[in-house]
């Protein structure tokens, strides 16, 4: 989990809310990601940045809004219109440039979420 | 779009025998293929990744992967497994030419028993 840190480590929220996840890491990556976790069904991601300043919609996005003022934060908020916010978090970065995929993806330590 | 398929919910394995989680994958042109390991409550770790080269790769811990162009698979291995391989094990691929958005598979449960 070196580099990167999720806060907090346990979430809970009321139906109708919106929550903020944070996300920072310090390894001076340009690509940041947002995934979020159910069981059985893998990683699904939410949102990705490859640049500060720029985001794009992953497969799941729907409910979901980040941003990218910092190189080293991307924080992703969860609103009230996802309908089942119930999941593991995780936010990941690499040294991705738009165009170069093959470095690894490091991630952070996750943020659980439960809606009472 | 890419995509993966590990076929198998859960791998039960005794320990000192050999380990293997399988993996095919789906994607346009050249791949590049990752695996990561995920322990409960936990972040995704790195093991390996194929770029290009020898299809045998060497990674993290003892683990190693063959990757098979006729046959889409990268298969994860590793002579002799430890009961603290136990885990979540998640396969991912990404194209050669993208922008680093990875498409993982639904994982691997591995069970060493002692």
């Known amino acids: 989990d070196g580099g990167i840190t999720q806060s907090p480590k346990y979430l809970f929220r009321k139906e109708g809310q919106n929550v903020t996840l944070s996300c920072e890491q310090n390894?001076?990556?340009?690509?940041m990601y947002w995934y979020r976790q159910d069981p059985g069904q893998g990683l699904r991601l939410i949102y990705y940045?490859?640049?500060?300043?720029?985001?794009q919609k992953g497969d799941i996005a729907e409910g979901y809004s980040v941003s990218r003022e910092k190189k080293e934060s991307f924080p992703l908020t969860v609103t009230s219109a996802q309908k089942n916010p119930t999941a593991f978090y995780l936010c990941a970065s690499s040294a991705g440039i738009a165009g170069v995929s093959y470095n690894e993806q490091f991630f952070g330590p996750g943020t659980r979420l439960t809606v009472l | 779009a890419q995509s993966v398929a590990q076929p198998e919910d859960q791998v039960n394995v005794a320990e000192g025998n050999p380990l293997t989680v399988k993996c095919t994958y789906s994607v346009s042109g050249n791949p590049y293929l990752f695996w990561y390991v995920q322990y409960p409550n936990r972040g995704l770790q790195f093991l390996l990744k194929y770029i290009t080269g020898d299809n045998l790769v060497k990674g993290s811990y003892g683990f190693e992967a063959e990757f098979n162009k006729s046959q889409t698979s990268f298969h994860l291995k590793k002579p002799s497994a430890l009961v603290s391989d136990s885990a979540l094990y998640f396969c991912a691929v990404s194209p050669f030419y993208g922008n680093n958005r990875l498409a993982f598979g639904k994982g691997n449960q591995v069970v060493v028993i002692p």
């Open positions: 390894l001076n990556h340009d690509a």
């Open positions: 940045s490859q640049i500060v300043n720029d985001f």
